[in-house]
């Protein structure tokens, strides 16, 4: 592999000894260096390389991804994707479009049946791509119901195109400034009034039907919303999106590598195995960093996608940043919950045993173990709690919109995974204790809602909690599949806080576009798109693309004075 970057050898003088690579040198120089290659710190690389900056992505795993990993946890020739499997933002991202991923074979499965809920009279709630689909189902519920949705859906999915949807690739803007200019137009008026409400108000509020009601509650919270908690602004965005998920033809990583091949192709280099242990700061600019073995690394501008306690604490020190700061990330709070995933390998799909509606079993996802919306909120409150009172989650069989993830003809891998506490009864170690426990009763439910399905038909099962997600990434901190808590306090102008919430720190130089920048987690590529606007523009480099459409608009009607 070649690189523009000229290099010398000189061998590891500390740290492992004497390593020459022909790629890893140990003295290296850049304009723009990126801590970690998830998803943002592959957009980032990827958006600067190509705008003509020498860049170089640092990856402390053997293969970057990041969240977009797809791997053989089960046994060989089966494969899953262990974290996103739920592409959320793939018709909005303008980096699938920048990149033309459509053009180099990215293909993003894309059901018409998204989000099926099971009950234990076999009957079903279906949420579908087509609106019309969603209200019939609905109706064999309930009357009232389907024609609640009807109306609130068309609100929901204007504040999601119109609003929600952009604002996720601009920086954000202090909270009461948003306010004014939300304000300019009706749906916007609708929006902020729907801040003032809980999840669980605006659901029960909406529906009289338990059945609809646990449906709903259930995917507005599932990825880190309280439910009780008012100023919950991607409520929309999160109901929206259960009727709007996508899933990585290929594996989730797919996208990683093709993002990999855009930096390399632009000069930049890879580096895996590559933990970053220190920012380098001189008089509060940047001037690099230093890797575990003792490698150093020339940067004009240096990128974090990790947490802001690893970022400002770890990585700057605390002497380099201010009290205010250090303060904020010392009290960072990770995700209220992190998930559990149980993964299965069989040799027949899954069939499940449904009477009113077959498309259940086309649906990517699936979730059950709830009748009405008191589980629900029993079961989010007692994994709040730390406890796991109440076994329910959501399914998905991987292969059924993907057969590449297994190299044995006939074969399926699927996944039941819930909302579970980092401590679990008070105490992480519980993971392990209860592993064979949790899985059995997991199992129970899950066999429970299959037709013809035993224990028998299951090849190989393995599953991961949220201390085995923090061990394989640790900027998950606690498990923390966004790097940070989805609370209003650590939203919007305060992701990680006012003063780096734009991606641009006190520390000239240094930048922050992971998961626990604005806008959040999950696989947007939101942080990334604003981090590269940001250094593109500080460091005058060819800014080589143009926002799309849905994005002026939104800066045209609302940011504009
Ligand atoms: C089990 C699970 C299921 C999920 N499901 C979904 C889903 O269905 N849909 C969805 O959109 N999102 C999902 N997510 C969340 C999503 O994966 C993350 O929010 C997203 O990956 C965050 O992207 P990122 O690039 O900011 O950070 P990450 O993807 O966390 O990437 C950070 C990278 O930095 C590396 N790193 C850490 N420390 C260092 C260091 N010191 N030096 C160098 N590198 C370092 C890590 O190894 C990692 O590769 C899931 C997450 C988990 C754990």
């Not at 590269?532 to 060819?542: H, K, L, P, R, V």
Request: net charge negative.
């Amino acid at each position: 592999m070649k690189s523009r970057f000229e290099y010398k050898n000189e061998g590891m003088e500390k740290g492992y000894g004497t390593i020459v690579h022909p790629v890893m040198p140990n003295k290296l120089e850049c304009d723009v260096a990126v801590i970690g290659a998830g998803p943002n710190g592959l957009i980032t690389a990827a958006y600067l390389a190509r705008a003509g900056l020498k860049v170089i992505l640092l990856e402390r795993r053997g293969e970057i991804g990041g969240g977009l990993a797809t791997e053989e946890v089960l046994y060989p020739c089966h494969y899953a994707n262990t974290h996103a499997l739920y592409h959320l933002m793939v018709e909005y991202m303008p980096a699938l479009k920048d990149f033309n991923f459509a053009e180099r074979g990215m293909v993003w499965v894309y059901p018409n049946a998204q989000t099926g809920m099971i009950f234990k009279d076999k009957r079903s709630i279906l949420l579908h791509r087509m609106q019309d689909c969603t209200f019939d189902s609905i109706l064999r519920w309930s009357e009232e119901d389907a024609m609640k949705f009807a109306g609130w859906i068309r609100v929901l999915n204007r504040m999601m195109d119109e609003i929600l949807a952009p604002g996720t690739y601009v920086p954000p803007l202090p909270s009461l400034d948003l306010v004014v200019k939300t304000q300019k137009t009706k749906i916007g008026q609708e929006f902020l009034e729907m801040m003032e409400k809980s999840p669980y108000e605006l659901v029960t509020e909406t529906f009289k039907h338990p059945k609809v009601r646990a449906m709903f509650l259930y995917v507005a919270c599932m990825w880190g919303l309280d439910p009780t908690e008012t100023g919950a602004f991607l409520f929309p965005l999160m109901v929206n999106r259960a009727m709007h998920k996508q899933q990585c033809y290929g594996g989730s990583h797919k996208m990683a590598s093709l993002l990999g091949k855009d930096i390399v192709t632009n000069g930049g280099l890879i580096v895996e195995n590559a933990e970053v242990v220190k920012i380098n700061v001189d008089n509060g600019k940047v001037s690099g960093l230093e890797l575990f073995d003792g490698t150093e690394i020339k940067a004009k501008t240096v990128a974090s996608t990790l947490d802001p306690q690893t970022t400002f604490i770890k990585l700057v020190g605390e002497n380099n940043i201010t009290p205010m700061l250090a303060e904020r990330c010392k009290t960072w709070k990770f995700d209220k919950w992190s998930l559990w995933t149980l993964h299965i390998a069989t040799e027949k799909p899954l069939e499940y045993d449904v009477i009113d509606d077959v498309r259940i079993n086309e649906s990517l996802m699936n979730i059950m173990g709830f009748e009405n919306e008191d589980d629900v909120m029993r079961f989010y409150t007692s994994v709040r709690a730390g406890k796991l009172d109440h076994i329910g989650g959501h399914a998905t069989c991987e292969t059924l919109y993907d057969p590449t993830l297994v190299d044995i003809p006939g074969h399926h891998v699927s996944k039941f995974q819930f909302p579970a506490p980092y401590d679990l009864d008070g105490h992480k170690e519980n993971w392990e204790k209860r592993k064979k426990e949790i899985e059995h009763k997991v199992l129970d439910l899950w066999l429970s809602h299959l037709k013809g399905f035993t224990r028998k038909d299951i090849i190989i099962q393995s599953s991961e909690s949220p201390v085995d997600i923090e061990r394989r990434i640790p900027c998950m901190v606690r498990g923390a599949i966004k790097h940070g808590d989805y609370m209003t306090l650590q939203m919007g102008y305060n992701r990680p806080d006012e003063t780096c919430s734009s991606t641009r720190t006190p520390i000239a130089g240094l930048y922050v576009c992971g998961a626990s920048t604005y806008p959040g987690g999950m696989v947007t590529g939101g942080p990334a798109y604003i981090a590269s606007n940001a250094i593109a523009e500080d460091m005058g480099a060819n800014k080589w693309w143009k926002p799309p459409q849905f994005i002026t608009h939104y800066i045209d009607t609302y940011l504009k004075d």
